[in-house]
């Protein structure tokens, strides 16, 4: 893959799920006598992205390419360029409601941040997965969503550890503080202030 990097201030939120277990207890490093068994955690699947150049906007609006299967963990990643900061003050698919995760921002214009739903009831495929914001934004700026699921998490407190970083670079990077289980799967978003940025990401990663 051929980078075309644009060394700007970088914004990059990060976060860590713990892995389910089959049976209640301690997480174990695997099968074996005394433990519990251990259910892997799938790969995760795209359901589907929004991305616009549309200002004035109040709204980011996923329709769902695949269904959203129950007892899986959802994130949406949303990022929000706007001449006035923007939040996100919820997101939802009709059918669960989504929890902040972590959100970073310069103060005044950029916005990155990460929801997810844990343990999601069944949803179709084509249906409307809905970010609100806060306000409208402003400035002929655009704006960014996309949601991807995965099998195999915990149903309930599996959001371990969050990390972000704003800084001006070309290699955008976090460090977590120790995860508390030895099986867990990442979701990050990256977000930079000017031109055009194809990413390679570090091994491991997708």
Same mark, same amino acid.
């Given at each position: 893959?051929?980078?075309?990097?644009?060394?700007?201030?970088?914004?990059?939120?990060?976060?860590?799920?713990?892995?389910?277990?089959?049976?209640?207890?301690?997480?174990?490093? =695997?099968?074996?006598?005394?433990?519990?068994?251990?259910?892997?955690?799938?790969?995760?699947?795209?359901?589907?992205?929004?991305?616009?150049?549309?200002?004035?906007?109040?709204?980011?609006?996923?329709?769902?390419?695949?269904?959203?299967?129950?007892?899986?963990?959802?994130?949406?990643?949303?990022?929000?360029?706007?001449?006035?900061?923007?939040?996100?003050?919820?997101?939802?698919?009709?059918?669960?409601?989504?929890?902040?995760?972590?959100?970073?921002?310069?103060?005044?214009?950029?916005?990155?941040?990460?929801?997810?739903?844990?343990?999601?009831?069944?949803?179709?495929?084509?249906?409307?997965?809905?970010?609100?914001?806060?306000?409208?934004?402003? =400035?002929?700026?655009?704006? =960014?969503?996309?949601?991807?699921?995965?099998?195999?998490?915990?149903?309930?407190?599996?959001?371990?550890?969050?990390?972000?970083?704003?800084?001006?670079?070309?290699?955008?990077?976090?460090?977590?503080?120790?995860?508390?289980?030895?099986?867990?799967?990442?979701?990050?978003?990256?977000?930079?202030?000017?031109?055009?940025?194809?990413?390679?990401?570090?091994?491991?990663?997708?």
């Amino acid at each position: 893959m051929i980078m075309r990097i644009v060394v700007s201030f970088i914004f990059l939120a990060f976060i860590s799920i713990a892995q389910a277990q089959l049976s209640g207890g301690l997480m174990f490093p =695997g099968p074996g006598a005394g433990s519990s068994a251990v259910s892997p955690i799938g790969t995760p699947t795209s359901i589907g992205s929004t991305v616009s150049a549309s200002a004035n906007s109040t709204t980011c609006v996923i329709t769902t390419t695949a269904a959203i299967v129950a007892g899986n963990l959802v994130v949406v990643g949303i990022q929000i360029p706007s001449n006035a900061l923007r939040t996100v003050s919820s997101v939802s698919d009709g059918t669960n409601s989504y929890s902040l995760a972590v959100a970073i921002n310069d103060g005044s214009f950029f916005n990155n941040e990460l929801w997810y739903k844990e343990n999601a009831s069944a949803v179709g495929s084509g249906a409307s997965l809905t970010v609100t914001f806060n306000a409208a934004t402003t =400035g002929g700026n655009g704006y =960014g969503c996309e949601a991807a699921q995965v099998s195999g998490v915990i149903s309930a407190a599996s959001l371990d550890k969050i990390a972000s970083q704003n800084t001006t670079t070309s290699t955008p990077s976090v460090t977590t503080a120790t995860l508390s289980t030895a099986n867990e799967i990442a979701f990050g978003v990256s977000m930079q202030d000017s031109g055009t940025t194809t990413y390679s990401e570090a091994s491991g990663f997708n």
